[in-house]
């Protein structure tokens, strides 16, 4: 079998050859970092893959192969997956996409990344990201942007851009990113893959460095429903390192590819489809939508009044949770330090020089709202807006709606330098970030093409109600078949 047969296996077929023993973890390491140098993956190319230690790698696949020998191989044997740079990992740094973290190794592991090993997957690269995960393109990362593997001219969508090319351009069936408006549902739509942003709770944020707490999740790239499915099955669950980590049981997500889109109630909720919205986009989603109701299920009108105040209730949120939660960078704790004339001056100059204009902008953003003159007129009254949206989505799913169906942003991948404003960019995540303010689950996966560009369509579902969102999406990748990729 060629290399790129092997790593075009879905992540459970790849596991049962692994562990049948018709193919071996080494093979994997081995065939993944040939396709990396072919496909130039790394900095000379598509700059998807930020860190990589081949050896590292070649050291667990030998681990993993004593295992399989032992007849102890995980569901993720062999598996390769990349893991997003803010996101712990013992072997290889964890820089963010910044230039304060530059050359930073952490002293531990995160949790989703020790699930994932404790199953088989090998780690073989950390990838790149805007910033401390702010912005939608991948253009805001200090270690140049990653390129969108459909079309390197434009961008793979962020802040989880280069997990997103890892997964389209071939390299591993499995990657990991994070959410706090979108950075994995948008990307994954750009780059024509799966992305998955579970129920906020439903997995261990421990060793995921914080942008905004209470809506950060680690979230999940696959190349179809099924690979996402397992990924975000093993790595979900709760932990004792993250309070905030639900104690709720963890169904076997895959199971649900034996449900059927008949007997589904599927909400459109109307503000996602303006009358500005591209027509053609549009039309994919009522392809998408004719698909579902062929294979029996129900399709309902809904609103979601308070959708229109999505953005700026997540802008002054975000930022808000990001000034306090980036304080910690102050050349004492972490990376980079820049001398100066005495300990102010040393905190300004290596956060001054240390930061991008991007985090820049969202810290002083986020310690103005916060100030006390203008904490409540900001920060409270989108405190009250967010309870408002969830109050929405709450009541629409206790209405009977099981899912819900969107497109998951308004245009395909966009050409670089196409968002010179910030504002424009903060306007990718317009479909994406009521999910994150309400908590609930929500995935993106592929229902067609633009001018040959892939474009995604939204499922959400009800809080930690993951299996009927995995329900609808095999029903769905089903139903459209190739059309999901034409
Ligand atoms: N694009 C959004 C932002 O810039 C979302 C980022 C994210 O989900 N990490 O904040």
Do not use: W
């Not at 562990?19 to 970092?33: E, K, L, M, Q, S």
């Amino acid at each position: 079998m060629s290399a790129t047969e092997l790593l075009a296996l879905g992540a459970a077929d790849l596991a049962a050859r692994v562990a049948g023993g018709r193919a071996t973890a080494a093979d994997v390491a081995r065939d993944v970092a040939m396709l990396r140098e072919r496909d130039r993956l790394g900095r000379d190319g598509l700059n998807a893959v930020v860190h990589h230690d081949d050896a590292a790698v070649a050291a667990d696949a030998a681990a993993v192969d004593a295992l399989v020998r032992d007849g102890t191989a995980g569901p993720l044997a062999g598996v390769p997956v990349a893991v997003k740079d803010n996101i712990a990992t013992l072997a290889m740094p964890t820089t963010c996409g910044s230039r304060i973290l530059e050359g930073y190794v952490s002293p531990y592991e995160a949790t989703a990344v020790a699930r994932l090993r404790a199953a088989g997957a090998l780690i073989v690269a950390k990838t790149n990201m805007d910033e401390f995960a702010m912005g939608s393109s991948t253009e805001f990362s200090a270690y140049g942007p990653a390129r969108n593997p459909v079309d390197p001219g434009r961008v793979p969508g962020g802040s989880s851009g280069g997990s997103a090319a890892a997964v389209a351009a071939g390299l591993v069936p499995i990657a990991l990113g994070s959410e706090t408006g979108g950075s994995v549902r948008q990307p994954a739509a750009f780059c024509g893959v799966v992305g998955v942003k579970p129920t906020y709770g439903r997995v261990s944020r421990y060793g995921l460095v914080a942008f905004a707490s209470s809506l950060d999740a680690v979230a999940v790239f696959g190349r179809t429903v099924d690979d996402a499915a397992l990924g975000t099955e093993v790595i979900s669950g709760r932990d004792p390192h993250d309070a905030t980590s639900a104690d709720v049981p963890v169904p076997r997500f895959r199971d649900a590819a034996d449900g059927a889109l008949a007997g589904l109630v599927v909400g459109v909720p109307r503000e996602f489809f303006p009358d500005s919205l591209d027509p053609r986009l549009r039309a994919l989603c009522d392809r998408a939508l004719d698909a579902m109701r062929d294979a029996g299920a129900t399709v309902r009108e809904v609103s979601l009044p308070h959708t229109a105040y999505a953005i700026p209730t997540y802008y002054i949120i975000a930022p808000a949770e990001a000034s306090s939660n980036l304080a910690r960078f102050d050349g004492v704790r972490y990376g980079l330090r820049l001398e100066g004339h005495g300990l102010r001056d040393m905190y300004e100059q290596t956060r001054s020089r240390g930061f991008g204009a991007e985090v820049t902008r969202r810290v002083l953003l986020g310690t103005y709202v916060l100030s006390a003159g203008y904490y409540d007129a900001y920060y409270r009254k989108a405190l009250d807006v967010r309870a408002c949206i969830a109050a929405d989505y709450r009541r629409v799913f206790a209405d009977g709606v099981d899912v819900l169906f969107t497109p998951t942003t308004p245009s395909p991948a966009f050409p670089f330098g196409a968002k010179s404003d910030p504002y424009e960019m903060y306007l990718s995540d317009i479909f994406t970030v009521t999910a994150n303010l309400a908590g609930i689950p929500a995935m993106s996966q592929p229902i067609g093409r633009l001018d040959g560009l892939p474009v995604g369509g939204q499922f959400l579902a009800a809080h930690f109600d993951e299996s009927t969102m995995f329900r609808a999406a095999f029903g769905l990748e089903r139903a459209l078949g190739p059309e999901a990729h034409r």
